[in-house]
């Protein structure tokens, strides 16, 4: 996700973390667990990575899924 869409716009509500990807979840699982010690940062990092190769995955299939295509 680029900066300025995790900024998000003045706009958008409070409730935008219920709308958080299954990527966004993992990274902010991951982070919890490395925080509180009960994974390493080792770990971490692993999580991370695929935390990482999910967010493209998601970003790939949103820019090649029919309904978000701006032809008509």
Known sequence: MR???KMGHSSMSEGWRDHTSPAQERVN?????VMSG???EA????????AHEMMREE???RTTH???RWED
């Open 29 to 33: 699982w991951v982070m919890d667990e």
């Open 59 to 61: 970003a790939r299939a």
């Open 3 to 5: 900066a300025q869409e």
């Open 38 to 40: 009960r994974m390493s």
């Open 66 to 68: 029919p309904e978000h």
């Open 43 to 50: 770990d971490g990092m692993v999580e991370m990575a695929k």
